[in-house]
């Protein structure tokens, strides 16, 4: 029986410290909580605080709305600027060495050039959003060159009950529009469950849920795009006005244009969930547990294995009222156990069990403990008596966590933690698990089960297909030598071979051949030579490899 695999802090756990350490770097790490609990926590609470009542106010005055066409006309004036100065750049590199501001009545445009020229800069266009806001573990090495545009839409713009839509612009968070939708009844068919993750990441990246496996991924409930294009013009795109363009959209990582808004469906909620948890003991009941969840009616399907072969597999639905008799467990509340210590707490019961819960608690049940990397970082987070003191100033921002880590921190995770998302047939599910065990044995592992439509683009698929979401965070086991190159490619060309797919908010050790053969590019690239994206954005490659990060 393979035993539970106990982590300690990442500091502690064995991992290999190079000869003559630095003291300071020690401490750095070691004592890393002392500076989450002292200084992130209250910092990214006074944070929260303030993002709240501005959204709310904003909200109540419904002043979005009215400022989104001239904060779009923003967007498409940096965009003409860039065009034109590219198109100066490339002249005057061509022909002229003195640069002659009377020919370009906007000045700006000179110092961008002369800024481009001090860079060396190719032209390329980015979002000027800072890299250390965003949900991926590494910031992009080209926010230091490209040109960035301020993208700074964070508002809701428009809930549509009889047409059951929302339109949103691109910074609009999950934890905001879960807030907004909830009062009213309503939400999105897909929650992604960390707070921070913004509508804008998860179309031009991805997003998933546990009820992804009823409608898909994120992009699979968005029905309409507005963006703004490599020559500045402002389009609105839907599967009937531009297949071409609304299906390149998804996972193209801003290469294409400017997200400036989206409309995306929503549904009726309710303000409790029943959830059911299913202690496995054996990877085949896992796997036949999971799969027959994930074919079923139920509206929620998860699983979280602890070991290779034991787990819990989770089955949900929306409930009106709870009974009487029925105990609401509210996970939420700040002194409650981190979700997935409580998940675990059924392995020793070894019954199904099931309880009600908030909806928007279930929503966000991973946010406390970032699914289980707090426990890396703030190793007795979840002791009883550090919840009723300190959690309710938990999570730290992760935007904070990553701003804020030191370059030995980001040494000690390249080297010893790995964070990787990667999509396969769920078909392939116990060769998989197989797979990451022997390489990583890393766990807990997340399952989330969602349905891939045969849409074109990137995640083309011949017929709809069931995938499942092996989500793998945390420390490798010493016995495993893990060596983040070499494992991570050997679990990339696995994937790749299972006709699967690996998520990009994550480190990728693709070649730029490998990742085109896992990622259809046949449409992107059509739409891309259609809308002479070429010079103004990069390729996704460009963006999300391990080389264009840092
Ligand atoms: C210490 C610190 C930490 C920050 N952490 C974050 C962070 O984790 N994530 C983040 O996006 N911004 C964060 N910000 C806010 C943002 O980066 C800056 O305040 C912003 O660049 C200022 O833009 P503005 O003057 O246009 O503000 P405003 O016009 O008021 O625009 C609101 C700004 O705040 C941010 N914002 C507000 N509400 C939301 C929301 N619901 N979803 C996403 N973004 C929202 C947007 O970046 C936007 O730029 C942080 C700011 C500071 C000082
Ligand atoms: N449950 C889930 O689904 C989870 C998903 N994630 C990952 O987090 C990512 C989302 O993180 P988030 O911080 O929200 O997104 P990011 O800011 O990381 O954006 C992801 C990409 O989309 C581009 N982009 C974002 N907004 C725009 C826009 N308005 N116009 C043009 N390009 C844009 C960014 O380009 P640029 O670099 O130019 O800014 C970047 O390349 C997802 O892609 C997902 O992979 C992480 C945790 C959980
Ligand atoms: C559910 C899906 C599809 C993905 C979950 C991914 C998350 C577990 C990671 C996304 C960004 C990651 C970061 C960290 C932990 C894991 C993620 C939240 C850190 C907080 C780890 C500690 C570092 O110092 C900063 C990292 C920022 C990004």
Redesign the pocket.
């Known amino acids: 029986m393979d035993k539970a695999i106990s982590r300690g802090p990442l500091a502690a756990r064995g991992f290999r410290m190079g000869k003559g350490d630095q003291l300071l770097e020690h401490v750095l790490i070691k004592y890393r909580w002392l500076f989450v609990c002292f200084f992130l926590l209250p910092?990214s609470f006074l944070?929260e605080l303030?993002?709240y009542f501005?959204?709310l106010i904003v909200f109540k005055l419904s002043s979005a709305p009215g400022k989104h066409a001239s904060k779009v006309q923003k967007v498409q004036q940096q965009v003409v600027f860039a065009k034109r100065a590219e198109t100066f750049y490339f002249k005057r590199s061509a022909s002229i060495n003195i640069i002659n501001i009377k020919t370009f009545p906007l000045t700006i445009i000179f110092f961008q050039v002369r800024e481009w020229n001090k860079n060396g800069q190719q032209g390329h266009m980015c979002t000027?959003?800072?890299g250390?806001?965003t949900m991926s573990f590494r910031q992009g090495l080209y926010k230091k060159s490209f040109y960035k545009v301020?993208v700074?839409?964070?508002?809701v713009l428009e809930i549509d009950t009889e047409n059951k839509t929302v339109r949103v612009e691109p910074?609009?968070?999950m934890?905001?529009l879960s807030a907004s939708l909830a009062p009213l009844g309503w939400t999105i068919p897909i929650v992604p469950e960390i707070d921070?993750l913004?509508v804008g990441g998860l179309i031009l990246g991805t997003g998933i849920e546990s009820s992804s496996h009823q409608f898909g991924l994120f992009q699979h409930i968005c029905v309409e795009y507005e963006l703004v294009l490599a020559d500045g013009s402002l389009v609105t795109v839907t599967k009937d006005s531009d297949p071409d363009l609304f299906y390149a959209v998804p996972w193209s990582y801003g290469t294409l244009g400017f997200l400036t808004a989206a409309k995306i469906m929503i549904v009726p909620c309710t303000k409790f969930i029943k959830l059911n948890y299913k202690p496995v003991y054996s990877l085949n009941d896992a796997v036949k547990e999971f799969s027959e969840a994930s074919a079923s009616k139920n509206q929620f399907v998860e699983g979280i294995m602890f070991t290779l072969n034991k787990g819990v597999i989770m089955t949900g639905n929306m409930i009106d009222e709870p009974q009487p008799c029925d105990k609401v467990n509210k996970i939420g509340l700040w002194h409650k156990p981190w979700f997935f210590k409580h998940v675990e707490s059924f392995l020793v019961t070894g019954k199904r069990a099931s309880e009600i819960l908030p909806l928007r608690d279930y929503y966000h049940r991973h946010t406390r403990s970032i699914f289980w990397e707090l426990q890396d970082i703030v190793p007795f987070g979840n002791n009883r008596l550090f919840r009723l003191c300190m959690g309710w100033l938990m999570p730290p921002?992760?935007?904070?966590l990553k701003?804020t880590q030191t370059d030995a921190v980001k040494r000690l995770y390249e080297n010893n933690h790995i964070i990787q998302d990667m999509l396969v047939p769920i078909t392939n599910l116990k060769e998989s698990m197989q797979m990451f065990n022997k390489e990583t044995k890393v766990y807990p592992i997340w399952l989330c089960p969602f349905k891939l439509p045969a849409d074109p683009g990137m995640l083309c698929a011949p017929k709809e297909r069931m995938f499942v979401d092996i989500g793998i965070y945390g420390v490798p086991d010493p016995s495993v030598n893990f060596k983040p190159m070499e494992t991570t490619r050997k679990i990339e060309e696995f994937v790749q071979k299972c006709e699967g797919f690996q998520m990009l908010y994550a480190d990728t050790y693709t070649t730029k051949e490998e990742f085109r053969r896992m990622f259809d590019h046949t449409l992107y690239d059509r739409v891309r030579s259609k809308l002479a994206c070429t010079k103004a954005f990069p390729e996704v490659y460009d963006k999300v490899s391990r080389a264009a990060r840092y």
């Open positions: 910092a944070y303030w993002s501005r959204n000027a959003r800072p250390w806001q301020e700074n839409l964070v508002d910074l609009v968070s934890g905001q921070d913004t921002k992760i935007s904070f701003l």
